[in-house]
């Protein structure tokens, strides 16, 4: 069954999680909060299972990947020296 509730954010950002919905919940407690396409979701950080674990790392390192090469920070290799280059790493 889905439960819906209505909150606000304080002008410090807080947010109030409804009684009804914290059961199970200790003071605390990690909350996964993630954020796209204009949603927030929370999540207990304690029910996140070791795949979501590394899939959020990997989405740390893709994006940091990606401010580095809008910085310009990349080089660029043809297949003729893709194998040597690889080979330094």
Same mark, same amino acid.
């Given at each position: 069954m889905v439960n819906i509730s209505i909150t606000r954010m304080s002008s410090k950002g807080q947010v109030v999680i409804p009684q009804d919905m914290r059961k199970g919940m200790k003071e605390g407690e990690k909350i996964l909060i993630i954020q796209g396409d204009g949603q927030l979701i929370l999540k207990k950080?304690?029910?996140?299972?070791?795949?979501?674990?590394?899939?959020?790392?990997?989405?740390?390192?893709?994006?940091?990947?990606?401010? =580095?090469?809008?910085?310009?920070?990349?080089? =660029?290799?043809?297949?003729?020296?893709? =194998? =040597?280059e690889m080979a330094k790493w």
């Open positions: 950080a304690s029910d996140v299972d070791e795949n979501f674990k590394e899939d959020l790392e990997f989405a740390r390192r893709t994006e940091e990947a990606w401010k =580095e090469i809008e910085k310009g920070n990349f080089i =660029e290799v043809d297949l003729e020296n893709l =194998e =040597e």
